[in-house]
């Protein structure tokens, strides 16, 4: 079964067909008369009675004129393009999210920035109560270049994250921003931070950890690695 219906008319018809659901047409005749419909809809009656027409033409209700109003039924081929709407609507907001995503990078020397924004105390106080973990003073930074990868991290703007609440003090405001608890090379435990006032945008990722990653990992600039990101929390 296709997920939407194919015949564009039904398409911009749908609402109407919806409507007459919702009023009890799909389980029995209803009496409605077009004014009664088109106020419901902020259409006016002139649209509606064509709507009407139309949809009885394509076989989606079966309608007759009475002189108190219509006397309305969705008929068995309605009640399908109905359900062809509800099954693509399920997969939009019923599909389960990954639980992770993988990226791959390289690193590069940053600006040094990262370590000023770790070592604030409002900050770092949040990462340990968050994260589980006490920061190295720095930031591992890594620039994607894979179309593949830059798509991935793209989509972590669209998950919550671990919030880190952001603050202000007598001489400027710190940004808030997110992290995703992450494996770095299949080894050292981590997270990934996103926008606690950077430079950098997109195609750069910079990761937290409670080590050096670069000793531990024995990583130069220019070196791969790979990030496995939760999108979840465990």
Same mark, same amino acid.
């Given at each position: 079964?296709?997920?939407?219906?194919?015949?564009?008319?039904?398409? %911009?018809? &749908?609402?109407? !067909?919806?409507?007459? @659901?919702?009023?009890?047409? *799909?389980?029995?005749?209803? =009496?409605?008369?077009?004014?009664?419909?088109?106020?419901?809809?902020?259409?006016?009656?002139?649209?509606?009675?064509?709507?009407?027409?139309?949809?009885?033409?394509?076989?989606?209700?079966?309608?007759?004129?009475?002189?108190?109003?219509?006397?309305?039924?969705?008929?068995?081929?309605?009640?399908?393009?109905?359900?062809?709407?509800?099954?693509?609507?399920?997969?939009?907001?019923?599909?389960?999210?990954?639980?992770?995503?993988?990226?791959?990078? %390289?690193? &590069?020397?940053? !600006?040094?920035?990262? @370590?000023?924004?770790?070592? *604030?105390?409002?900050?770092? =106080?949040?990462?340990?109560?968050?994260?589980?973990?006490?920061?190295?003073?720095?930031?591992?930074?890594?620039?994607?270049?894979?179309?593949?990868?830059?798509?991935?991290?793209?989509?972590?703007?669209?998950?919550?994250?671990?919030?880190?609440?952001?603050?202000?003090?007598?001489?400027?405001?710190?940004?808030?921003?997110?992290?995703?608890?992450?494996?770095?090379?299949?080894?050292?435990?981590?997270?990934?931070?996103?926008?606690?006032?950077?430079?950098?945008?997109?195609?750069?990722?910079?990761?937290? @950890?409670?080590?050096?990653? *670069?000793?531990?990992?024995?990583?130069?600039?220019?070196?791969?690695?790979?990030?496995?990101?939760?999108?979840?929390?465990?």
């Amino acid at each position: 079964m296709d997920p939407l219906p194919a015949d564009k008319d039904v398409e %911009t018809h &749908f609402f109407t !067909l919806f409507k007459l @659901a919702e009023m009890g047409a *799909r389980d029995r005749t209803i =009496k409605i008369s077009t004014k009664f419909l088109a106020e419901k809809m902020g259409l006016s009656q002139q649209t509606i009675s064509r709507r009407l027409i139309e949809l009885e033409k394509k076989g989606l209700i079966q309608k007759t004129v009475t002189r108190d109003g219509c006397l309305i039924s969705i008929t068995k081929q309605g009640e399908n393009q109905l359900k062809k709407v509800h099954a693509a609507l399920s997969t939009v907001f019923e599909q389960k999210r990954p639980v992770s995503v993988t990226i791959e990078g %390289t690193v &590069f020397s940053g !600006l040094g920035e990262g @370590a000023y924004y770790v070592t *604030r105390p409002h900050y770092r =106080k949040q990462f340990i109560q968050k994260l589980g973990f006490d920061p190295y003073p720095g930031t591992l930074n890594i620039k994607l270049t894979n179309e593949l990868d830059l798509k991935m991290r793209r989509e972590l703007d669209a998950y919550d994250g671990i919030m880190i609440e952001g603050y202000t003090n007598q001489d400027r405001t710190y940004g808030a921003g997110k992290c995703f608890k992450a494996t770095i090379n299949n080894r050292e435990k981590g997270a990934v931070v996103i926008a606690l006032r950077t430079h950098y945008d997109s195609s750069v990722i910079e990761i937290l @950890a409670p080590t050096n990653l *670069r000793k531990r990992l024995g990583l130069k600039d220019g070196n791969k690695v790979k990030l496995e990101v939760c999108l979840t929390e465990p």
